[in-house]
Nanobody, 122 residues
Framework: QVQLVESGGGLVQTGGSLRLSCVYS????????MGWYRQAPGKQREFVAT???????NYSESVKGRFTISRDNAKLTIDLQMNSLKPEDTAVYYC????????????????WGQGAQVTVSS
């Protein structure tokens, strides 16, 4: 099992910045990617950013150039630095860890944190 706990959400004005942090623990041996997703009211959860165990990053087009994902192996955190925030960034942000099935790697288990609210006022 993998445990994820987010922190750092809050209220910020348009153009401001926030940093989300996710502390991970448990059996991280098979986790090959960690990332962030978000869910706005009345919408489906959507991908924001991911960081693989090899160091590759990927971002959604809507946040590219404004958000940066990083990992601190000493603190055991996966962080999301969010700059130039817009009202449409308002959502609950979820930390994610993905663990492929060793026998069938195209199948995987997703672990989720409890979510952190980010609200951007106009």
């Amino acid at each position: 099992q993998v445990q994820l706990v987010e922190s750092g959400g809050g209220l910020v004005q348009t153009g401001g910045s926030l940093r989300l942090s996710c502390v991970y623990s448990g059996n991280m041996f098979r986790v090959n990617a960690m990332g962030w997703y978000r869910q706005a009211p009345g919408k489906q959860r959507e991908f924001v950013a991911t960081l693989t165990s090899g160091g590759a990053t990927n971002y959604s087009e809507s946040v590219k150039g404004r958000f940066t994902i990083s990992r601190d192996n000493a603190k055991l955190t996966i962080d999301l630095q969010m700059n130039s925030l817009k009202p449409e960034d308002t959502a609950v942000y979820y930390c994610n860890a993905r663990s492929p099935n060793p026998a069938t790697p195209w199948l995987f288990t997703d672990y989720w944190g409890q979510g952190a609210q980010v609200t951007v006022s106009s």
